[in-house]
């Protein structure tokens, strides 16, 4: 079975400081990966993907990942943090075994941008 | 473009009634999908819909059942609510069974006492 592990519950970062969210993955086959951000009672929010191509991918808001197969990590990045940006983070991989799209989520890390 | 809504946005039940929720699709998407999130948790597939047919199901029983519409808008019905269905239940779609992303709704928070 497909899987995405975030290894932190949390990440605290002052504003302006660069970010990183960590995500591991274990597939068989071709990763297809995804980040979304999910704000207080409401839904999650695509944010990019990595299907194939450059190892760094980048979405909205200023938002870049950057896939390592050696390492099976997909880590979420941002130059530069603003208090915005603070919300819970979902890594998640695509089930391609299938016909059809089951995306797995990770657990999700909460962003906690300090001003 | 319209995005996805999702109908009632809270909804409190009580152990072992029904419950039917709804979700319109984005426009231009014919594929549905439905998760679960557990407070704390991230989404957990439930089920999806492409053309009006269930394609693809997770772990879940079977008192777990949907609908999809002409129109592609769709339903989850719960039968025999227990206190662990407790969730907010999110609808997704998508234009087709490939790489596109997940657009979701915002939810519904069902309580179950």
């Known amino acids: 079975a497909q899987s995405v592990a975030q290894p932190e519950d949390q990440v605290n970062v002052a504003e302006g400081n660069p970010l990183t969210v960590k995500c591991t993955y274990s597939?068989?086959?071709?990763?297809?990966l995804f980040w979304y951000v999910q704000y207080p009672n409401r839904g999650l929010q695509f944010l990019l993907k990595?299907?194939?191509?450059?190892?760094l991918v980048k979405g909205s808001y200023g938002f870049e990942a950057e896939f390592n197969k050696s390492q099976t990590s997909f880590h979420l990045k941002k130059p530069s943090a603003l208090v915005s940006d603070s919300a819970l983070y979902f890594c998640?991989?695509?089930?391609?075994?299938?016909?059809?799209?089951?995306?797995?989520f990770g657990t999700g890390t909460k962003l906690q941008v300090i001003p | 473009e319209t995005g996805v809504t999702q109908s009632p946005t809270h909804l409190i039940k009580t152990r072992g009634q029904q419950v039917t929720l709804r979700c319109s699709s984005q426009?231009?998407?014919?594929?549905v999908s439905w998760y679960q999130q557990a407070l704390g948790q991230g989404p957990q597939f439930i089920f999806q819909?492409?053309?009006?047919?269930?394609?693809g199901r997770g772990n879940f029983p079977p008192r777990f059942s949907g609908l999809q519409f002409p129109n592609y808008s769709s339903e989850l019905n719960v039968n025999a609510l227990e206190l662990d269905d407790s969730a907010l239940y999110l609808c997704?779609?998508?234009?087709?069974?490939?790489?596109?992303?997940?657009?979701f709704g915002n939810g519904t928070r069902l309580t179950v006492t």
């Open positions: 998640a991989v695509r089930d391609i075994l299938r016909g059809y799209q089951k995306v797995t």
């Open positions: 990595y299907i194939t191509g450059d190892n």
């Open positions: 597939v068989s086959g071709n990763p297809y």
């Open positions: 426009s231009g998407h014919n594929t």
């Open positions: 997704a779609s998508s234009s087709d069974r490939g790489f596109s992303p997940l657009h």
């Open positions: 819909y492409y053309r009006e047919e269930e394609n």
